[in-house]
């Protein structure tokens, strides 16, 4: 059985820098500007895997269907799938056990027994007027704990939409050694993550060197130049 992914992809980065920023998110449309250090990522993650076992009784091999835009929320929410020893799914898919969906994308959430919908509020409010069945994470996910204790084999086969821990991390060290990226990189993306190589290109790559990641929604080119100045960027994915 392979390792567990989170704690791969985690452990250096806290124990090398638990309190510099790891992803630093902006959304240009809203001017909104969230830092959050390897800390409080872990934190954030062991909450969303006690949230999926003690609320749904998520088992290792359970399967998530993830429909979330690139996010510092969703990068949680994927490190605690793959903490509580779960497989992500991208998009839509009904025969998963559980669904992450984002407040307006609703419409889309597969038939599943439990859907978790994400507002990705900087301020943890609420999605209004959620559908009766469906769960508020912002809301469900305070109340756990910051710490995860990883049980039985601690990781499924298959990972991210069916490959495993050795072929997720093989796939983002060989996309992070393309770029040259070190841990001592700045990068700066406004790229998606809604497909598997996308999100090994855009975010894992990133993390498995421990590198930090200013990830930019709704980017305005004209702030571009001092963004790249300000956050001291290295790198910037395109």
């Known amino acids: 059985m392979a390792s567990n992914l989170t704690q791969t992809l985690l452990d250096p980065i806290l124990a090398a820098d638990p309190a510099g920023p790891r992803i630093t998110f902006y959304d240009d449309a809203t001017g909104e500007r969230v830092e959050v250090s390897a800390v409080t990522l872990a934190n954030w993650a ?22 979330l835009p690139a996010h510092w929320q969703t990068a949680a929410a994927l490190l605690g799938i793959w903490w509580a020893g779960g497989e992500v799914i991208l998009g839509p898919n009904d025969s998963a056990d559980v669904a992450m969906v984002s407040g307006d994308r609703l419409d ?10 994400f507002s990705l509020d900087a301020f943890g409010k ?6 009766i069945g469906m769960t508020d994470y912002a809301t469900s996910v305070r109340v756990h704990g910051d ?3 990883v049980s039985g ?28 990226l070190t841990a ?20 894992l790559s990133v993390l498995t ?5 200013v990830q930019v929604a709704n980017p305005d080119d004209e702030k571009t130049e001092r963004r790249t100045e300000t956050e001291k960027v290295t790198a910037t994915l395109t």
């Not at 609420?126 to 559908?131: F, G, I, R, T």
Request: net charge negative; hydrophobic share 45%.
């Open 184 to 203: 001592a990189d700045r990068v700066l993306s406004s790229a998606s993550w809604n497909t598997a190589d996308e999100l090994i290109d855009a975010l």
């Open 46 to 67: 062991a909450k969303t895997a006690n949230l999926l076992r003690d609320e749904f009784a998520f088992e290792v091999g359970g399967r998530v269907s993830v429909l």
């Open 147 to 149: 710490q995860f204790r």
């Open 126 to 131: 609420a999605v209004p007027d959620l559908p």
């Open 153 to 180: 084999a601690g990781s499924a086969d298959a990972a991210l939409d069916g490959r495993s821990v050795d072929e997720v991390l093989a796939s983002a060290h060989e996309r992070a050694a393309s770029r040259s």
């Open 209 to 213: 060197t421990g590198a930090s990641l």
């Open 108 to 117: 889309e959430a597969p038939d599943v027994d439990e859907v978790l919908a």
